[in-house]
């Protein structure tokens, strides 16, 4: 592939979401590969202790390079975890022949840019039969299980638990002080973006207040108002199936954006192994991963900050 190539899928592959917008990625580009790496100097070992959701986020990424790849007309062979000594190394994609679905995935890409995390309201949505089987689709293309929440006993219990895991994670002190840490102005291209003149107070809010009963109220609204809820599940919970389970979320987060929707995360619950285990229980699902909540934005969606390319490629790189 050529420089330029390579450039524009390791662009794309930022534009991928992760959690609390920490971006734990490294790229080393090589000259007809390109290899993925944990950054986990941006961990998050309070909020995610086994960097579940580290390789969840880089698993987004590589599917950005994979579908920005499709676009400029490229195949790829995609090895995930490729040297069993080395857990840092989460993928290499090498340059090979085109794929079948090739086109389909090339359509995928030009959704990257417009896919953002919109967290407000979203408007009913009366049938969504044809979305949710496409979803199913793409979530299937990479070994993951994807659920639509369709009974209302089954989304108050969800609710319930998502009400439930607000309190548990905002009454401990540690799990506050990481979330202030990443509360960070824009201009700094990474975390959750407030305003350069809000974001030491709301940082000290955050730091010094269990705001988990506020939270938890607006959560379970959120559930209450969801469009669609939808479930991904993984058949095992190890480093690669979260790999898989990123590239799946991708997917599915850019077939929302070809027909006009957009998705937010309600993963409170998942990250709290007891009510984890409660969700498994309520959707009969062994491996939940993520809890989506998916519509059609009422408000225009508005794009969060990322860090400068240059910062994210290894100095080793060959090009
Ligand atoms: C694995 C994963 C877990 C996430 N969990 C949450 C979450 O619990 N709550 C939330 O509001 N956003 C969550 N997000 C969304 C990120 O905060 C968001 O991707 C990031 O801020 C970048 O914004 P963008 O998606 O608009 O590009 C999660 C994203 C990923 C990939």
């Not at 938890?216 to 979260?242: E, I, M, N, Y």
Request: proline residues 8%; glycine residues 6%; contains cysteine.
């Amino acid at each position: 592939m050529d420089k330029q190539t390579a450039r524009q899928m390791v662009h794309s592959a930022m534009l991928a979401p992760s959690s609390h917008n920490s971006q734990p990625w490294r790229f080393r580009l090589h000259e007809n590969a390109i290899e993925l790496f944990a950054d986990r100097s941006r961990a998050l070992p309070v909020n995610d202790p086994e960097d579940r959701e580290l390789h969840i986020s880089c698993g987004c990424a590589l599917m950005n390079m994979r579908l920005a790849a499709a676009k400029a007309g490229i195949g790829l062979k995609v090895e995930l975890l490729p040297q069993p000594d080395n857990p840092d190394l989460l993928a290499k994609v090498v340059q090979s022949a085109p794929e079948e679905e090739q086109p389909l995935l090339a359509q995928l890409a030009d959704e990257i840019p417009s896919r953002h995390t919109v967290r407000s309201d979203y408007e009913p949505v009366s049938d969504a039969g044809d979305l949710i089987s496409d979803l199913r689709q793409w979530a299937r293309l990479e070994g993951v299980q994807l659920t639509a929440v369709s009974s209302e006993v089954q989304r108050q219990r969800i609710a319930g638990l998502v009400a439930q895991a607000d309190q548990t994670l905002w009454s401990d002190p540690a799990w506050r002080r990481e979330l202030a840490r990443w509360m960070l102005p824009p201009n700094r291209g990474e975390g959750l973006a407030v305003s350069a003149l809000w974001s030491p107070f709301v940082r000290t809010m955050i730091r010094w207040f269990n705001l988990g009963s506020l939270m938890a109220r607006k959560s379970t609204k959120l559930v209450d108002r969801a469009p669609l809820l939808l479930v991904l599940s993984s058949c095992g919970d190890g480093p690669r199936q979260w790999l898989e389970t990123g590239q799946a979320l991708q997917t599915v987060l850019l077939g929302c954006c070809q027909r006009g929707y957009q998705g937010s995360f309600l993963n409170q619950p998942v990250q709290v192994p007891t009510l984890r285990n409660r969700l498994s229980k309520i959707t009969g699902l062994a491996s939940p991963q993520i809890l989506l909540r998916v519509g059609r934005p009422v408000e225009k969606p508005i794009a969060s900050p990322r860090r400068a390319l240059s910062g994210m490629l290894d100095p080793v790189s060959n090009r």
